[in-house]
């Protein structure tokens, strides 16, 4: 199978989903084209996974097209943005079609779910490596950014976290037990928090999706916006399953592993009382916007270099 065959047969059927109207020209020609509505700002993201280094060996294909969709898309969430379209990059080692059609699947699935509609792309031969760059629409001057927290506010975390960094002890489980299928569903299927994000627009003044862990991503809008924060640990929300996985050191996974892309936001004080409950049910309070330079968990310093660092991929390793 060559080339065009390829992408005519398991990625054209992805360029005609139910997507965004603002996509005038998907795959087939030299570029594509997209219409930016008027009072509307374009906002975009690309995110390159590759095999070995972001998910592992031998992943089976429809979960890594769910989760290379849902990477990226969190990066919209993040800002505050509605999904638009997504163009994907494939190296592949070789032409095999029943991981091309797991993948195609996979990645299809999370397409529909996430409003995205594929674009365009390419695929060449080599490792096996994926780059999908998101498009989203964000009214004029709404996106949420990573500046922007202010002494006082609320730091403010959806869902819970830590179950995908725990999953990780799992990935080779033969008969995975009930809790261990719970967090492995939270490593292999994502859910990327975009409704969430546009209902932060005009309520959060930063927010980042928790890529890296909690404590990593909070202390890029700590640097972003000149401000420190300090955390509860005994607020930070954990599963059941975690719970019962992990016993104690279930919220140190929770503070430290990265693939769970809920949002991490800060909200005035005053903002949070009066905003809707159904938007509150989904976030928990965790902390606190500081003057005090830095990050602080329980009132310690969490030192600088160490854990809030986050994932550094040419940082040299022991």
Known sequence: MGEFELIRQYFMPLARL??????????????????????????????????GVHFPIGYRPDFLGWRALAVAASDLAAMGAEPACFTLALTLPEVDEPWLRGFAGGLGRAAESFGLVLAGGDTTRGPLALSLQVHGLV????????????????????????????????????????????????????????KLGIALRGLATAAIDVSDGLLADLNHILESSGVGANIVRAQVPVSLALARLKGDAAVDYALNSGDDYELCATIPEATWATAPEALKQHFTV?????????????????????????????????
């Open 139 to 194: 009214e004029q001057g709404l996106a949420i950014r990573r500046a922007g927290a202010s002494v006082g506010d609320l730091v403010v975390v959806s869902g819970t976290l830590g179950d995908a960094g725990a999953a990780l002890d799992y990935l080779d489980a033969l008969s995975p037990s009930e809790d261990e299928q719970c967090v492995l569903e939270q490593y292999h299927h994502p859910q990327p928090r975009l």
């Open 286 to 318: 965790v902390g606190a916007i500081e003057p005090a330079p830095g990050l602080r968990l329980d009132g310690i310093d969490v030192a600088s270099g160490s854990e809030a660092t986050g994932f550094d991929h040419f940082r040299r390793r022991a």
């Open 18 to 51: 139910h997507g965004s109207r603002s996509v005038l020209l998907g795959p087939g020609d030299d570029c594509a084209i997209q219409s930016i509505p008027p009072g509307s700002d374009l906002v975009f993201s690309i995110d390159t996974l590759v095999e």
